[in-house]
């Protein structure tokens, strides 16, 4: 069992490996990877419980789709867990083999332009990754006399950092590993202007798979910036209010997008970018409140956008291609549906007693706290946010009906999936600091101390 008491990495494994390079299949869990660790698990779950309804194939392409799946849950789950830095480029990598075939098997009619796309932006960050790496367990060697690619070795890794101009920070030893690791992290995540395989992936994506991409493999962006940004404090103190300005403007350009959206899943992703720029706004603010709140926020935004799309595609399957005008009314015909969309939609715009609520206040508080003007601009885009999803579900649960047809509410599973998404919707609102605890048990040892 995992103790939230205890520092450090529990529930280890450690063997050799690939030892001409000093890499170990080394494994744990400290009290960030185990939330994450519980994300993956919840969304696997949700993905076969409440997708069921609306994923209907044959048999054997069934047994591929679900095959594909947890291939794709075994690959994030070892990300997370990974406590050496090739384990880590392993798994990272490891994703993107089922992402590809899911999209380009599975989705809608440009599944292939999207599934290129994805890998193709995936596999380049990829490379700056791998240059990072490299030059961590090289550095490693010549400081200290032995190659090593473990977390807790290459992060006593001293390197040089100028700040004399904008060339001579980043021409430095810090400045290109710190770039590197920027690079590779935001594509993932994805950060403005990096989101360009966003949409179309969303939009294309077979729904069960666009919940697990949208929930989880994106988190593996922002924890990769968690984990390794505290090697390169120099560079972080030089950067980080570009980038908590870059971030909220992300907030306010996916907000924008989304009230000018017309599909629902259109709308979902936009909003989906909006939140995810709230997380690196609290990575890049540094403090270890704004950091906590950010960990917090990468588990409530997985299970709300978990949420959200299996909302749309059980819109989706009862209006196929339709647009948000297209369910008007829809609370009358789905009644139990419309609750539990509310429940979500409440949560996504923050309300208190919600989980979104805690994790953007505590980035919020964060932000203000390193810069006051970057925090205030990051806040109205909750004003946005909070417009778009009401005016969504307004539209779409009490619009003015287009579709008269007869129209069935939610069946048992998809009850089952919904009440587990709004059961952590307050159980973190209400009693977050069950998973505040096991966040701050790595904290001292993990974050970004505040600049």
Wanted: net charge neutral.
């Amino acid at each position: 069992m995992f103790d939230p008491e205890l520092k450090g990495l529990q529930l280890q494994v450690d063997q050799p490996w690939f030892s001409e390079v000093g890499s170990r299949f080394h494994l744990g869990f400290d009290g960030i990877s185990i939330v994450m660790g519980l994300l993956v698990s919840v969304v696997t779950l949700l993905i076969f419980v409440g997708a069921r309804s609306f994923t209907c194939m044959p048999v054997a392409k069934e047994k591929n789709f679900v095959g594909l799946l947890l291939l794709l849950q075994t690959g994030a789950l070892g990300a997370f867990a990974a406590a050496d830095l090739l384990i880590f480029f392993m798994f990272w990598e490891f994703v993107l083999i089922p992402s590809y075939f899911l999209i380009g098997m599975f989705g809608g009619s440009d599944r292939i332009r999207a599934a290129v796309r994805f890998f193709i932006y995936t596999a380049l960050g990829s490379l700056f990754m791998l240059f990072a790496f490299a030059w961590l367990i090289g550095e490693h060697s010549r400081q200290f006399g032995f190659l090593s690619a473990s977390f807790a070795d290459v992060a006593h890794v001293k390197l040089a950092f100028a700040n004399s101009s904008l060339m001579a920070a980043v021409g430095s030893q810090q400045g290109l590993v710190f770039l590197a690791f920027m690079l590779a992290f935001l594509v993932k995540s994805p950060l403005i202007p990096f989101h360009g395989w966003l949409l179309k992936t969303y939009q294309e994506a077979p729904t069960a798979a666009t919940v697990f991409i949208a929930a989880v493999l994106g988190k593996m962006g922002t924890y990769g910036l968690i984990r390794f940004m505290g090697m390169f404090p120099d560079a972080f103190q030089y950067s980080h209010v570009l980038f908590m300005l870059i971030s909220s403007i992300g907030i306010l350009f996916g907000a924008f997008q989304a009230l000018g959206s017309k599909s629902v899943k259109e709308l979902i992703s936009w909003s989906s970018l909006s939140h995810v720029s709230y997380i690196l706004l609290g990575i890049f603010s540094g403090g270890e409140e704004a950091i906590s709140g950010a960990v917090l926020q990468m588990f409530n935004h997985g299970i709300l956008i978990a949420g959200l799309f299996l909302v749309a595609g059980y819109l989706d399957a009862r209006r196929p291609e339709g647009t948000i005008l297209d369910f008007g009314g829809f609370a009358k015909k789905t009644p139990i549906l419309a609750i539990f969309f509310m429940v979500i939609m409440l949560g996504s715009i923050g309300l208190p007693g919600t989980n979104g609520f805690v994790g953007e206040f505590l980035i919020l508080a964060g932000a203000f706290k390193s810069h006051m003007l970057v925090g205030a601009l990051a806040t109205t885009g909750m004003v946005f946010g909070a417009i778009y999803m009401l005016s969504f579900y307004q539209k779409t649960m009490f619009g003015k009906p287009s579709f008269h047809g007869e129209t069935k509410d939610i069946g048992a599973s998809d009850l089952l999936a919904l009440t587990l998404v709004c059961w952590f919707v307050f159980q973190v609102g209400l009693y977050p600091q069950s998973f505040i605890a096991r966040i701050k048990s790595s904290s001292d040892v993990q974050l970004v101390k505040e600049p």
